[in-house]
Structures are given as C-alpha cells and as structure tokens.
C-alpha cells in the first residue's frame, strides 16, 4: 500500500470535484478525518477512493486542459484544526537546534 500524501490528494480530490460539480468544495478537517461540503466525514483514504471514482466519470480530456484545471485547483483549501507541526517535522527542527531524540530512539 503506498502511502498518501495529504496535500496531493486533496488537490487531486478538489480538481476532480471542480470538474464534475463546477464548484469548489468546502473541506473540513478534524483530526484525521475530512467532511466534504458539511455531508459525512471520510478519512483520507477515502478521498482519494472518491477523486479516483469523479476522475472515471469524467469524459476524457486532452493533456493540456487537464494540466491547466490542475493549476488552476491549487487554491487554499479551508482546513479546520490544530494545525502545526507534525510530531516528525517537531523533532526535526529540535534535532537542528542540538537537542537529542527522546529516551528509546
């Protein structure tokens, strides 16, 4: 199983609902899990699972149309939460500091 980067599949999830419902999405984070446009809340996983499913219902596109929605996708997407660092990227910039990893590592 390859691992999902959140940023790209949020992209590709935006793109591919700006193409089938003509209108951004509205999406909310909490914690793990993601809520599309106030409906159910799904995990990432299952986003990627949903941009896959509006991408096969799309007709097919020439390259260069498809590449210039993409670009035109990257807008901010609203994300609701803590926000912040993630443990490894914390610990990173400790480490650049001169601290040590935690007792165990």
Not at 46 to 64: N, S
Request: net charge positive.
């Amino acid at each position: 199983m390859s691992k999902l980067i959140k940023e790209e599949v949020i992209a590709q999830f935006t793109a591919a609902y700006v193409a089938q419902h003509g209108k951004q999405p509205v999406i909310e984070q909490k914690g793990s899990w993601f809520k599309i446009d106030d409906g159910k809340s799904v995990r990432l996983a299952e986003l990627a699972a949903m941009a896959t499913q509006f991408g096969d219902l799309i007709p097919a596109q020439p390259q260069a149309v498809v590449a210039k929605k993409t670009a035109a996708a990257k807008t901010p997407v609203k994300v609701t939460g803590t926000g912040g660092m993630t443990p490894k990227q914390l610990w990173a910039e400790q480490i650049a500091k001169g601290s040590k990893l935690p007792r165990g590592h």
